[in-house]
């Protein structure tokens, strides 16, 4: 069993629909959460990061995360056909002195096709 | 654009061939990272160097190996190449050791024939 898991999709949704994308895990050491978005070919592009239990919010992506039962989420709201790309859910422990070890552990990647 | 740059953006090589691999991280950033996607593993870990010295050693093979530069640039050599070895290699750098929120590059592709 992968530490880590995504949907891969592929997931196709309307212009404007909110997407919800997910990751459970199973390491209990993860503590700090990351969503990179990733376009064909390109380096993946960090979004939204949070050590914390809850919702954050950046504009049209909030990142929500449940430690208690491992479940992350990515919501996008008003999607648009650029937000079409593959979307990665990363994580990694925190070490003795609160900040995150350098090694993420990626999920597979969700692929998002948002058309006009 | 991260500010991570990586050369050559492409290379193609035959096997057991030896190729190099360059980084140079974000301006500030003491912290490399290099990390190997396929199609089958996604997005690995391979090793950390953080200030000239490795601080953490993911999948990497043995014939792989990388070091980071009194200048902070890094490079990832890839020994006696298989077919299995094509795949996307990316640098990502951070500021401090613990990562926080890595910054990738745009990575090169390599294709082992």
């Known amino acids: 069993q992968k530490e880590v898991e995504q949907d891969p999709g592929p997931l196709s949704v309307p212009e404007g629909a909110i997407v919800s994308l997910n990751c459970t895990y199973s390491n209990s050491a993860f503590q700090y959460f990351m969503w990179y978005r990733q376009y064909s070919r390109k380096g993946p592009e960090l979004l939204m990061y949070t050590y914390s239990s809850g919702n954050k919010e950046d504009g049209r992506f909030t990142a929500q995360v449940d430690k208690s039962s491992k479940y992350i989420s990515l919501f996008i709201r008003d999607s648009q056909p650029s937000d079409s790309a593959t979307y990665l859910c990363a994580m990694s422990a925190l070490n003795a002195g609160g900040t995150s070890y350098g090694k993420l552990t990626f999920g597979q990647g969700t692929i998002l096709t948002v058309h006009p | 654009d991260s500010g991570v740059t990586q050369t050559p953006k492409h290379l193609i090589t035959a096997t057991g061939q030896r190729v190099t691999l360059r980084c140079s991280p974000r301006s500030g950033d003491l912290s490399v990272y290099w990390y190997q996607q396929s199609l089958d593993q996604g997005l690995q870990f391979l090793i950390q160097?953080?200030?000239?010295?490795?601080?953490a050693k993911g999948n990497i093979l043995e014939r792989f190996s990388a070091q980071q530069f009194p200048d902070l640039h890094s490079e990832l050599n890839l020994s006696s190449l298989e077919l299995g070895d094509s795949a996307l290699y990316f640098c990502?750098?951070?500021?401090?050791?613990?990562?926080?929120?890595?910054?990738f590059g745009p990575g090169t592709r390599l294709t082992v024939t």
């Open positions: 990502a750098s951070s500021f401090s050791p613990g990562g926080g929120d890595p910054h």
């Open positions: 160097y953080y200030n000239g010295e490795e601080r």
